[in-house]
T-cell receptor
Framework: GAVVSQHPSWVICKSGTSVKIECRSL??????MFWYRQFPKQSLMLMAT?????????EQGVEKDKFLINHASLTLSTLTVTSAHPEDSSFYIC??????????????FGPGTRLTVL | AQSVAQPEDQVNVAEGNPLTVKCTYS??????LFWYVQYPNRGLQFLLK??????LVKGSYGFEAEFNKSQTSFHLKKPSALVSDSALYFC??????????????FGRGTSLIVHP
């Protein structure tokens, strides 16, 4: 149990276009979802936290208008990279938790999406 | 601000030997500590967590970790390494921030290489 999927697994797009990444919890209801960026040989950088039905909370330095997050249901969250540029190329990973705001709940991670912007 | 340090970028160990992947943390308050493993081009998989209670925590695939409050460490260990354990390991901490939330903070990761 506790499987999280992401789609697409990889995407290549032209500069200036928008890309949507989906994160789904397949066998549980995810009250909270997290979105991360991971650079080569570096740690995961938390971008934002989203709770179902409410606006996402963005970390400092993350542009809200550039990285649009929607968490419309308990099983789906989407990240849209608007007007993508080459510097947005990265590995994007989502994770999901059953509970909200509980520090001890386990995060279940998706397999990640490799975004390459030409 | 909370932080996690994994002082070794890479750990090399022979198959069958014990392994240790180090992690130290800095938080203001009680820490909730986690270990995850990441295989190439895959997401992170949960290994184990420390919440409270026994300092020695046992997790998946024979891994265990010991919480040491005085040394602010949470090292990952396994008595006998397998080649299939070769992967990237992340330590993470969640603690109450000044903003009142429990944001997860990850270390930079340690690449474990187990040689046959």
């Amino acid at each position: 149990g506790a499987v999280v999927s992401q789609h697409p697994s990889w995407v290549i797009c032209k500069s200036g276009t928008s890309v949507k990444i989906e994160c789904r919890s397949l066998d549980f209801q995810a009250t909270t979802m997290f979105w991360y960026r991971q650079f080569p040989k570096q740690s995961l950088m938390l971008m934002a936290t989203s709770n179902e039905g409410s606006k996402a909370t963005y970390e400092q330095g993350v542009e809200k208008d550039k990285f649009l997050i929607n968490h419309a249901s308990l099983t789906l969250s989407t990240l849209t990279v608007t007007s993508a540029h080459p510097e947005d190329s990265s590995f994007y990973i989502c994770s999901a938790s059953r509970q909200t705001g509980t520090p001890t709940d386990t995060q279940y991670f998706g397999p990640g999406t490799r975004l390459t912007v030409l | 601000a909370q932080s996690v340090a994994q002082p070794e970028d890479q750990v090399n160990v022979a198959e069958g030997n014990p392994l240790t992947v180090k992690c130290t943390y800095s938080v203001s308050g009680n820490p909730y500590l986690f270990w995850y493993v990441q295989y190439p081009n895959r997401g992170l998989q949960f290994l184990l967590k420390y919440i409270t209670g026994d300092n020695l925590v046992k997790g998946s695939y024979g891994f265990e970790a010991e919480f040491n409050k005085s040394q602010t460490s949470f090292h990952l260990k396994k008595p006998s390494a397998l080649v299939s354990d070769s992967a990237l390991y992340f330590c993470a901490v969640r603690a109450l921030t000044s903003g009142g939330s429990y944001i997860p903070t990850f270390g930079r990761g340690t690449s474990l290489i187990v040689h046959p």
